[in-house]
């Protein structure tokens, strides 16, 4: 393999290898605009110039690959900053300067660079200036500023390469060139807003995020996107208990891509309706629910689920948890009603419909099991040798008065029930409970129906892990306390064991997840801590359940 020196420092690469990418593995960073490791190479910006020793130009780092051993290469020389002062300069000369008033400011490429490389005076008035259109509604989530633009064809290249929708494209010539929209089009892919993220100023902005919040302001948080069975890797920007946006995260050291119906899925958490406190139905009537203490909620159920185990047996009281749970929640449910109440009553509600509808799976990122851990939900109580009876059992139950209480764990039970008999069937039995208690961090019809309803945080206010569709087991991460009373189920089902005087220790994600791992085969050699840096890997369970293989789950760190 050919070696090559840059700024003194020698590496060994792959052939083919560019410039860009080998100085990147020695930690050197070369200013760039057009280039993107996911897109192809464009070399247009010339900001990546550096000097290649017996090479008669200045070479572009982006589009020069190493071929041959004993290339030598500076990236910091006189020439150097010279060409990259002036690239700045030129991209600045019609430039409106408007970073007062632009979504991108602090976070912006252009302002970086120009500090860092530049900053030359402007030798052009505003008047002298050529103009373009500004804010211009080019889509359902997207604002063009055609000003504001670089024509470094990321956008572009994205559009026509990755969402395979080549609506966007350059018109005129010098330096009225101009990105624009394909006439009688819209950019209206479902994967519109990584346009955003990839463009390195501000000509394209998000509607949602517009005018919304300072970037210097917000906080940043990993975690994982909960609307499909992908479980892309996400940050959550916020601030004072506000989502304001949902950034791509990395996995394997690359940001990934997110769907737009993803990545807008955090406003059901900024819902101002939301619930703040337990609510508690009257004796006369479940329509008439009213905030509670959580001591009276919990000491409700309680009293509830001991009055019915006592008079009716154990398998009166049934559970029903989804897909939306964490693997923690999970086991804990599990354990907590096997164990604790000894009901075998539980049920897993793991359909295809989530709480956002992204569309029909299209061979790029969206999937048809829009919830983030069916994977988990189905292999944990099967491992656990607790195989989950079938929602329409459960229904059955209640309908013949079997069943008496249930305790739902899900973030809108009905509402991801088809509508049609389904549905009506699952109402009606839900209304034949004695005691219906629902857990959840929304105010829904499922919720209109309790005797008591245990206001949960949502995925953006508590911790724990989901299980992706190939098997990634990834932490989410509590962006801020949840709002009012509302507590992480974990914490809502140590209450409610507490109050039944049941022995568990289920509060804490941690924990809970370390006895995961030592009780579900598939998850043992994975390690709570080790996921804050990236992701665990399911191991093949043992059908048998004998020996496990002897190379653990490794957790990947990005």
């Avoid at 990418?21 to 605009?33: D, M, S, W």
């Avoid at 109402?427 to 206001?455: C, Y």
Wanted: glycine share 8%.
């Amino acid at each position: 393999m050919p070696k090559v020196t840059i700024d003194g420092r020698e590496i060994e690469v792959e052939p083919g290898t560019t410039i860009i990418q080998a100085a990147a593995r020695l930690g050197v960073k070369i200013p760039h605009y057009c280039w993107h490791p996911r897109l192809s190479v464009a070399g247009n910006c010339r900001m990546c110039l550096v000097e290649v020793e017996k090479a008669p130009k200045l070479m572009t780092a982006c589009s020069t690959p190493i071929e041959r051993d004993g290339m030598v290469v500076h990236t910091r020389s006189a020439k150097v900053k010279e060409a990259q002062g002036t690239v700045l300069e030129f991209l600045l000369l019609n430039h409106p300067l408007d970073c007062p008033i632009c979504d991108k400011a602090g976070e912006c490429r252009l302002q970086d660079l120009y500090f860092e490389h530049s900053r030359r005076d402007s030798r052009l008035g505003p008047d002298e200036k050529v103009h373009k259109p500004k804010n211009v509604d080019i889509g359902d989530h997207i604002v063009l500023d055609v000003e504001r633009c670089i024509l470094c064809t990321r956008c572009v290249r994205f559009m026509r390469e990755f969402a395979k929708d080549p609506v966007l494209g350059i018109i005129e010539r010098g330096d009225h060139s101009e990105i624009t929209i394909f006439p009688a089009r819209r950019l209206s892919s479902r994967y519109s807003l990584n346009t955003t993220d990839i463009c390195p100023v501000g000509a394209l902005t998000s509607k949602e995020f517009r005018f919304a919040q300072r970037v210097w302001f917000l906080k940043h948080t990993r975690s994982v996107c909960p609307h499909c069975s992908a479980g892309c890797p996400v940050i959550l920007d916020h601030n004072r208990g506000q989502i304001y946006r949902m950034m791509p995260g990395e996995r394997d050291g690359l940001a990934v891509w997110l769907c737009d119906p993803g990545r807008l899925g955090y406003t059901c958490v900024n819902d101002e309706k939301r619930p703040v406190a337990p609510l508690l139905a009257p004796p006369e009537g479940r329509a008439d629910q009213v905030s509670t203490t959580w001591a009276e909620a919990l000491a409700a159920v309680s009293a509830g689920f001991q009055e019915h185990l006592g008079k009716a047996g154990p398998n009166s009281v049934a559970g029903i948890f989804s897909n939306w749970c964490t693997n923690e929640e999970v086991f804990a449910f599990t354990r907590l009603m096997t164990r604790g109440i000894g009901t075998a009553s539980v049920a897993c509600h793991k359909p295809l419909r989530g709480l956002v509808d992204s569309g029909a799976p299209d061979g790029i990122l969206i999937r048809e099991d829009k919830n983030p851990n069916t994977r988990g939900a189905s292999e944990i109580p099967t491992l656990m040798k607790k195989e989950p009876k079938a929602l329409t059992d459960i229904f059955d139950g209640l309908m013949s008065g079997k069943i008496k209480a249930l305790w739902v764990v899900d973030p809108d039970l009905l509402g991801r029930i088809p509508e049609g008999k389904e549905r009506k069937r699952a109402q009606d039995a839900l209304k034949k409970a004695k005691l219906l208690v629902v857990q959840s961090p929304f105010v829904n019809a499922t919720s209109r129906l309790a005797d008591v309803h245990l206001v949960s945080a949502p995925w953006t206010e508590k911790e724990g892990t989901f299980t992706n569709v190939e098997g990634l087991v990834q932490k989410i991460n509590r962006a801020h306390g949840p709002r009012g009373e509302a507590l992480p189920d974990l914490a809502i089902f140590q209450r409610l064991a507490d109050a039944m005087q049941i022995n568990v220790d289920v509060a804490e994600p941690a924990h809970v997840f370390g006895e995961l791992a030592t009780a579900v085969a598939s998850f043992r050699g994975i390690k709570y801590k080790d996921l804050d840096r990236g992701h665990g890997k399911l191991r093949a369970p043992d059908p048998a359940g004998g020996k496990q293989p002897e190379k653990d789950g490794d957790t990947k760190t990005p």
